[in-house]
């Protein structure tokens, strides 16, 4: 009788763990799974009136708009540029300013730091456009003020595209700061604080404790971020470019990416099959890079694979 | 006790949303634009209407004000994706064409004479044929004369302290005088207004006679494909190609050089507060002297008065087949009972006022009854009203001479149009012609992001035309590379074909 009584206890357990996952496995199949359908789109030309079903087949002529532009490939690898440039700056720095908050022994000045650098997280993306135009505009910028006083000749910032990726990986690090180095505080909180008092208690530096406990660590954490960073790494973040570039020609050569050019198209041509081609394309690029990448890292460190 | 309160609340969900509208018909939601509309006010204008010619028209309207600069978004998107609307406006913010494009618009010409013959009856066939796309009426035309030439807005406080006469004026570099005193004597004021989407450029097609067809562009910008209108000619060609183009950029990049405009275009909102505090004084604008200034003045300018500087030039074009006008959705649930109620707006002058004004007492008041003048109520303006279209074309015809109410400043509009197209005006050759963009929609989308990246800085100026990274030699060379010739070649052959068709 006794084994059958913890299966069924595991049975109400394990069904319990079900329900409460279920809102979230609901989610993802209503808002990640159900849209998929929409890729069909993509090969369509889609009128309401006819219906999804009914639309015609055209095969990939919604592809032929984007990839015969001429700047495809400006645009992908402005895209990916930039994305990786935002991705890696700011993984870097909000490890190293998870690792220097987590050695913050007064809690209430931790938290301080914490929620001061948490803080640009909430600013919306329309507001900080209006914060950078009011930082870098050549009229009467607060940038151009600032050069001006340390005797440099101003620069027309919305004029100058060479700057613009150093501008928005700034930006991007001030923004998501806070946001990365609280996921990996929390993770630096949970290691086993009896692997420091060991440390110490072989002779081990504070730097010792810093890179050979905490970071190893968390390498499973910043490998997590990585892949979901990864795996958009072909989606622009469409709030960051339309409210802070604002379709600026000047910039543009630099600047420019597939987002903001699919949606300049579409003002024109109202098309939407050809957002969904580029959508797919996107998804696409992103699966394999995922696949791809979790495929190197099981090769090279089998334990911190995702998959 | 749980159970009763919600019943209870159902219980008034459904006494509230039934004792809303006349029971048991239908509801028709119309989307147009206005300037100023509060919720409870609209409310108001809506049941009046409602109570007028709900069972006449047989279903109960909605009405759905957007604002001025939601509406060049909002409405291709509703008939591009058969959202639930059943009347929308067309209009210069949303062209007839863009409209007919999404594949939203519902044909119209079954319908007409069979359920709002009184409608049909209005127009004889040459109004309804200039309306026609592929043979086929897709929106009610609010048949109202327009004509259409460059031009500044200015306060008249400040032309008087240059005495300056923009009467005189007959192009655009005779206004540098008025500029430079402007910069010599008001610093911090920037003489031309420009924001980073569309205005700050000078260059406009009709300001040489040309005319846009097609409605190639940035999405901000002006129409790349043109016909020499003024000359009566109706061949095809890339506006940036010509001279006129160029002469145009370079009057632009000096006037930029001189400072006649910000270094960076600034933001819609910025432009705003520069505009009421009064730090910028004029706005370059492609149909000066078409609108009534007066509440833009009050309401905008800091209660300045705008004369309408129009350049006197060449004759104006009389264009635009459908300007503006109403039509239906395809995905509307009740035709019908839609076109009916824009039968009741453009022939019933309750229901027209009703949509221009708002109520009498609450939102206008007579100013001289016998000649049907009106003005806000006392104490009201165009910033508090709670409801002012701003647009009463969009729900009338000029045509049947009802007795639809106007403002002063209306009236002298009217007056300035019916003057200009007499005196000075030529009708386009290409006149009712409505072309069809489907098939060369992909070079489309490419010329206007070409357009976007080297054309809109080239015409506001920024850029040096020289340059020989960014200048008119480059944005020449990536528009071909983009397609513009395949689309002038398609533009030009459906033009031809309309003309034979024509017998033109």
């Known amino acids: 009788m006794k084994p059958r009584k913890t299966r069924n206890r595991q049975t109400t357990y394990q069904l319990q763990l079900w329900l409460m996952a279920l809102p979230c496995i609901l989610l993802v199949f209503l808002f990640n799974y159900v849209p998929m359908g929409g890729i069909i789109l993509a090969f369509k030309d889609y009128s309401f009136s006819d219906?999804?079903?009914?639309?015609?087949?055209?095969?990939f002529d919604n592809f032929k708009f984007f990839f015969q532009s001429g700047v495809a490939w400006t645009l992908i690898y402005n895209t990916v540029f930039l994305n990786?440039?935002?991705?890696?700056?700011?993984?870097?720095?909000?490890?190293?300013?998870?690792l220097f908050l987590n050695e913050i022994f007064k809690w209430r000045i931790a938290k301080l730091f914490q929620s001061v650098l948490f803080f640009p997280h909430f600013i919306s993306w329309i507001i900080v456009g209006y914060f950078s135009y009011s930082f870098l505009n050549a009229d009467n910028g607060f940038l151009n003020v600032v050069l001006g006083y340390w005797g440099l000749a101003p620069v027309n910032w919305y004029a100058s595209p060479e700057y613009?990726?150093?501008?928005?990986?700034?930006?991007?690090?001030?923004k998501g700061l806070g946001y990365f180095s609280i996921i990996y505080l929390a993770g630096m909180v949970s290691i086993n604080p009896e692997l420091y008092e060991a440390a110490r208690l072989d002779g081990g530096t504070k730097l010792d404790e810093m890179f050979r406990i905490t970071l190893p660590m968390i390498t499973p954490l910043i490998y997590i971020n990585l892949f979901f960073a990864l795996g958009r790494i072909f989606y622009a973040n469409f709030d960051f470019f339309n409210n802070v570039v604002k379709n600026n020609g000047l910039i543009m050569s630099t600047t420019d990416v597939i987002d903001t050019y699919v949606m300049r198209s579409i003002l024109v041509t109202g098309d939407f099959n050809m957002a969904a081609a580029v959508g797919l394309f996107q998804g696409v690029c992103g699966f394999i890079l995922i696949v791809g990448s979790n495929w190197l890292v099981r090769r090279m460190d089998n334990e911190n694979a995702l998959f | 006790m749980k159970n009763l309160l919600a019943v209870l609340i159902i219980i008034t969900f459904a006494v509230a949303s039934f004792a809303q509208s006349v029971a048991g018909l239908p509801t028709i939601k119309f989307y147009f634009v206005a300037t100023n509309a509060t919720p409870d006010d609209v409310t108001l204008v809506q049941d009046k209407i409602n109570s007028l010619v709900a069972k006449k028209v047989g279903a109960n309207i909605e009405l759905h004000p957007l604002s001025f600069s939601e509406i060049t978004t909002k409405i291709p998107l509703l008939l591009k994706t058969g959202d639930d609307a059943d009347i929308v406006t067309v209009s210069q913010f949303d062209p007839y064409i863009s409209l007919y494009q999404t594949g939203g618009l519902l044909a119209l010409d079954d319908l007409l004479p069979k359920v709002a013959s009184n409608l049909y009856k209005l127009y004889d066939p040459i109004i309804w044929n200039a309306a026609k796309i592929k043979g086929r009426i897709y929106a009610v035309p609010s048949y109202s004369p327009s004509v259409s030439y460059p031009g500044i807005w200015t306060s008249k406080?400040?032309?008087?302290?240059?005495?300056?006469?923009?009467?005189?004026?007959?192009?655009?570099?005779?206004y540098e005088p008025y500029f430079d005193a402007i910069l010599a004597n008001e610093p911090g004021v920037t003489p031309i207004l420009s924001t980073d989407e569309y205005w700050g450029r000078i260059w406009f097609p009709n300001y040489y006679g040309?005319?846009?067809v097609g409605g190639v562009k940035s999405p901000k910008g002006q129409d790349l494909a043109?016909?020499?209108a003024v000359k009566g000619k109706s061949d095809v060609f890339a506006a940036p190609f010509t001279r006129e183009y160029e002469a145009n950029v370079t009057l632009m990049r000096k006037w930029f050089n001189k400072g006649y405009v910000k270094k960076n275009p600034p933001t819609e909102m910025e432009m705003n507060n520069l505009r009421s505090t009064g730090k910028m004084a004029a706005f370059l604008i492609p149909f000066a002297g078409e609108w009534d200034t007066t509440g833009m003045g009050q309401a905008e300018w800091g209660g300045a008065v705008i004369p309408q500087g129009k350049m006197a030039g060449h004759p104006t074009i009389r264009n635009i087949s459908v300007g503006t006008g109403l039509a239906i959705n395809k995905a509307s649930k009740n035709p019908e009972q839609a076109l009916k109620f824009i039968q009741e707006s453009?022939?019933?002058?309750?229901?027209?006022?009703?949509?221009a004004w708002g109520i009498e007492g609450v939102h206008w008041q007579w100013k001289d009854k016998s000649k049907k003048i009106i003005a806000f109520v006392d104490g009201k303006t165009v910033e508090n009203t709670g409801y002012y279209p701003n647009a009463s074309d969009q729900f009338r015809t000029t045509i049947n001479k009802l007795s639809y109410y106007r403002s002063e400043g209306d009236l002298l509009t009217d007056q300035r149009v019916a003057d200009s197209i007499k005196s000075n005006s030529v009708v386009s050759p290409i006149f009712g012609f409505v072309p069809d963009m489907a098939s060369v929609k992909t070079a489309m989308a490419n010329v206007a992001n070409v357009a976007a990246q080297y054309g809109d800085p080239l015409e506001k100026g920024l850029v040096d035309p020289q340059d020989p990274k960014i200048g008119l030699a480059v944005f020449r060379a990536k528009l071909k590379e983009a397609g513009i010739d395949t689309i002038l070649a398609e533009l030009q052959k459906q033009i031809n074909a309309w003309k034979a068709e024509n017998k033109k």
Not at chain 1, 87 to 97: E, N, R
Not at chain 2, 157 to 174: G, H, I
Request: charged share 20%.
């Open chain 1, 51 to 59: 219906g999804i079903f009914n639309s015609a087949w055209i095969g």
């Open chain 1, 84 to 98: 990786f440039l935002f991705i890696v700056s700011v993984t870097f720095f909000s490890i190293l300013v998870a």
């Open chain 1, 164 to 174: 613009w990726p150093l501008i928005m990986t700034v930006i991007s690090i001030w």
């Open chain 2, 157 to 174: 406080a400040r032309l008087d302290k240059y005495k300056f006469d923009w009467s005189k004026v007959k192009k655009w570099e005779d």
């Open chain 2, 210 to 212: 040309f005319e846009g």
């Open chain 2, 226 to 228: 043109v016909v020499d």
């Open chain 2, 346 to 355: 453009y022939t019933n002058s309750d229901v027209q006022n009703l949509l």
